[in-house]
């Protein structure tokens, strides 16, 4: 059964419109968000709890490649606005696929045996979630793409 999450309010930013590949997706809107509301738009779109630093470096586990995290980009398709990585065109990465960078730990950093994900010096659960987050990442999964994105046409 599909997921059918409420729609968001577009953000007040600027958008520049890419033609995509993706099946069900042929339109994504990408915000230009200046640097000084980052942090505003991180803390407002971010569905867990424990909201990283700008500073912070994470890794895209589909780009398999480190970024900082004021370098994210908010997309929009589909009627909802979406906190995505740096390489979202190249290979579909959302804020649900970003993880820690950590090169002392040797474990898979995305899911431990019981459900729970290390995260932040942290073990992100569903407890995690902020009140207002389940329903984006329900959207989030419903959208959730892999591989190039753009059209290259």
Request: proline share 10%; hydrophobic share 30%.
């Amino acid at each position: 059964m599909p997921i059918t999450p409420k729609e968001d309010a577009p953000l007040s930013y600027p958008r520049i419109k890419h033609q995509t590949q993706w099946a069900g997706c042929p339109l994504s809107e990408e915000y230009l968000i200046p640097p000084e509301d980052k942090l505003q738009v991180l803390e407002q779109l971010y569905p867990f709890v424990k909201i990283p630093s700008l500073n912070d470096t994470l890794m895209d586990i589909h780009e398999e490649k480190e970024f900082v995290v004021r370098d994210f980009k908010v997309v929009r398709e589909q009627g909802m606005n979406m906190l995505v990585s740096p390489y979202y065109y190249r290979s579909g990465g959302s804020v649900i696929d970003w993880v820690p960078v950590d090169p002392l730990e040797e474990d898979d950093p995305e899911e431990d045996d019981d459900g729970s994900f290390s995260i932040f010096g942290g073990t992100m659960s569903a407890q995690g979630v902020k009140p207002d987050g389940i329903d984006r990442l329900k959207g989030l999964i419903e959208r959730q793409h892999e591989g190039p994105g753009l059209r290259t046409e």
